[in-house]
């Protein structure tokens, strides 16, 4: 069985950063690429960011790329999400995920998913 927490939430001023962190339990996290995803109110699910098993290859949605960083410790089973000038519209419950197979786009490809951890940027 594989649990994901994230963690690093929190209230942050349009500009500010944030650090989400996802610990992953369970074995064989450093063989599964790993996604962030976020969903604001009264709209979909949509993706954030994609990471390779190696950390090799990242892959983020246009409107996070230059802001934001995916990153991954194997050793640790953590995943995170370095955010940098934040904006109003970031505000979000952000999931991490694991990717199962497919393409890394698409919330389908995704097996497992954590709580979620709320960011709000105010103005």
């Known amino acids: 069985q594989v649990q994901l927490a994230e963690s690093g939430g929190g209230l942050v001023q349009a500009g500010g950063s944030l650090r989400l962190s996802c610990a992953a339990s369970?074995?064989?996290?450093?063989?599964?690429?790993m996604g962030w995803f976020r969903q604001a109110p009264g709209k979909e699910r949509e993706f954030v960011a994609a990471?390779?098993?190696?950390?090799?290859?990242?892959y983020y949605s246009d409107s996070v790329k230059g802001r934001f960083t995916i990153s991954r410790d194997n050793a640790k089973n953590t995943v995170y999400l370095q955010m940098n000038r934040l904006k109003p519209e970031d505000t979000a419950v952000y999931y991490c995920?694991?990717?199962?197979?497919?393409?890394?786009?698409?919330?389908?490809?995704?097996?497992?998913w954590g709580q979620g951890t709320q960011v709000t940027v105010s103005s």
């Open positions: 369970g074995r064989s996290f450093s063989i599964y690429g």
């Open positions: 990471i390779s098993w190696s950390g090799g290859s990242t």
């Open positions: 995920a694991r990717l199962n197979r497919g393409t890394y786009y698409y919330t389908s490809s995704y097996d497992y």
